[in-house]
C-alpha cells in the first residue's frame, strides 16, 4: 500500500468513527433488563389484556359463590328473576282487587241491613199507631195514617225510641191532640143511629174520605 492508499484509508476509519459517535442506539436498555423493548401499542395492548383477565377472575369468582356455572346462566337466572318479580306484582294486583271487592260487598250488605231495619223499624211504628187509631175508632186509618206522617212527622216520629217502641204513652197524648183536626176520621160526639155511625151522615164520611185522598195526593206532589 502507497502512501496514498494509506491516507484515503486513514480518512475512511475517521469518518466511521464520526458516524458511529452520533448514532442513538434505541435498542439499550437499563442494567438488568432482558434487553427486549416494546412499542406503546404493545404495551397498550398487554395492559387491556391484564385487565380483561382480572375482570373475567372476578367474574368467575362471583359466579361461583351463585352456584352458576357461566354468564349465560347469569342471564337465564335474571330472567327468571324478572318473571318471578312480574308474577308476584300480577298476583298482588289480583288479591289488591279481591280485597276492594270484599270491602265493596261488605259495604253493600251493611247498607241493605240498615235499610232492612229501618224498614222494620217503620213497620213497628205504623203498627202501634195504627192499634192506637184503631182504639180510638178512627175511620180509614190507613189516610189518616199518611196524613199524620206527613204533616206531622217530626213530632210522631218522637213518640218512639231507636228501636221503633213507642215511649210511653205519647201515641195517645199525639192522638189526643191532632184529633180534633180531623173530625171526619173519628165521627162526632154521640150515639148516632143505624143510618148515621158516631152521628156522621154516610154521605159525609165519603166526602171527607175524598177530601183526605185529595190532601194526600197534594202532598205527595209537594
Known amino acids: 500500500m502507497d502512501v496514498q ?14 458516524g458511529k459517535e452520533g ?11 432482558t434487553g427486549v423493548s416494546f412499542t406503546q401499542a404493545q404495551v ?28 349465560d346462566g347469569l342471564k337465564g337466572a335474571l330472567g ?26 261488605k259495604q253493600a250488605a251493611l247498607e241493605a241491613a240498615n235499610a232492612a231495619k229501618v224498614e222494620l223499624i217503620n213497620t213497628k211504628k205504623g203498627t202501634q199507631l195504627r192499634n192506637v187509631l184503631t182504639e180510638e175508632k178512627a175511620d180509614h186509618a190507613q ?3 199518611l196524613i199524620l206522617e206527613a204533616k206531622h212527622g217530626t213530632e210522631l216520629a218522637a213518640c218512639f ?29 154521640g150515639g148516632g143511629s143505624p143510618s148515621n155511625s158516631g152521628g156522621v151522615p154516610p154521605g159525609d164520611t165519603a166526602e171527607a174520605n175524598e177530601a183526605a185522598r185529595a190532601r194526600i195526593r197534594k202532598i205527595n206532589r209537594g
Open 143 to 145: 189516610d189518616l195514617m
Open 161 to 189: 225510641d231507636e228501636n221503633g217502641v213507642e215511649n210511653d204513652g205519647m201515641l195517645s197524648a199525639f192522638l189526643k191532640k191532632h184529633k180534633p183536626n180531623y173530625p171526619h176520621y173519628f165521627g162526632t160526639t
Open 23 to 33: 448514532t442513538v442506539d434505541t435498542t439499550a436498555t437499563p442494567a438488568g433488563n
Open 44 to 71: 397498550d395492548a398487554m395492559i387491556g389484556k391484564a385487565r380483561m383477565e382480572a375482570r373475567s377472575v372476578a367474574s368467575n369468582s362471583i359466579l361461583e359463590e351463585l352456584g352458576i356455572d357461566n354468564l
Open 80 to 105: 327468571e328473576l324478572d318473571k318471578l318479580k312480574k308474577a308476584s306484582m300480577s298476583e298482588s294486583e289480583q288479591l289488591q282487587a279481591e280485597l276492594e271487592k270484599a270491602e265493596a260487598d
Open 5 to 18: 492508499d494509506q491516507e484515503q484509508s486513514n480518512t475512511d476509519q475517521e469518518q466511521s468513527a464520526k
